[in-house]
């Protein structure tokens, strides 16, 4: 499919309910509304197609954006790449999910995950926590800096509080996802979680709420999932 072909259908399947839907969690104004089971209908046709995901990440439309991480392939992403993915991110859809999910893929996921949570950008930094949460859920352990991501497990509880708001959202994320998927950490992520308590969220007058991690954490042990890794990050 060409990008005009995508476009169209894109155009075809947005529905006005769906963009006021997603205006209430933060998106733009340049989306046609394109319900993510939509998205998949056409990335079955699609598969991978790398030239053509970067082209429609380039339009800046929502759906476009989302339906490119879908169909990148996130080995073929360079740095630079994935640099203007995440400065480009219209908003936290695109920069907690689509551009996380591609860059834990990519060979750059670590590298820049850890350069991006200092960011005062707040949609680089969250994009950066979440890039984390990806990672630990797909790498084996012997593939993950275990040290470094307790030391990380350490910062959240000392500064989850003053992190802007999304950030603080997707460090509770990094909590949850490194109890999870991490059995040497689960101990220190519940303790973790236990310590941070509630995290305060605007999640913009949605019904969406922030889960606590200790009780998230618990909830994936009880049904006897603790370390067991995803085959992808993208989904």
């Known amino acids: ?22 205006k209430k969690h933060g998106a733009p104004d340049n989306m046609y509304g394109v319900k993510v089971a939509d998205l998949k209908k056409i990335q079955k046709k699609v598969k991978k197609d790398h030239d053509l995901a970067l082209q429609l990440y380039d339009t800046g439309n929502s759906d476009a954006m989302y339906l490119a991480g ?8 360079n740095k630079t790449q994935l640099q203007k993915w995440v400065k480009s991110a219209s908003w936290y859809m695109i920069s907690e999910y689509t551009v996380a999910w591609v860059t834990a893929e990519s060979n750059y996921g670590w590298d820049l995950a850890l350069k991006w949570i200092d960011s005062k950008n707040e949609r680089i930094a969250s994009s950066g926590w979440a890039t984390l949460s990806s990672l630990v859920s797909i790498k084996s352990d012997d593939e993950l800096d275990i040290d470094s991501l307790k030391e990380l497990l350490n910062r959240v509880q000392t500064s989850i509080n003053d992190a802007p708001n999304r950030v603080r959202y997707t460090m509770n994320g990094f909590v949850i ?7 040497s950490l689960t101990n220190a992520a519940l303790a973790a979680g236990e310590k941070i308590g509630k995290v305060s969220v ?32 993208v989904c």
């Open 1 to 22: 499919m060409t990008l005009e072909d995508v476009i169209k259908e894109l155009k075809e399947m947005g529905s006005e309910s769906t963009v006021r839907i997603l």
């Open 70 to 77: 879908l169909i990148a392939e996130p080995g073929k992403m």
């Open 177 to 183: 996802s490194v109890g999870s998927y991490i059995k």
């Open 202 to 233: 605007d999640m913009g007058g949605t019904a969406c709420k922030v889960p606590l991690a200790f009780e998230y954490i618990d909830k994936v042990k009880a049904k006897g999932y603790i370390g067991k890794k995803r085959k992808t990050a």
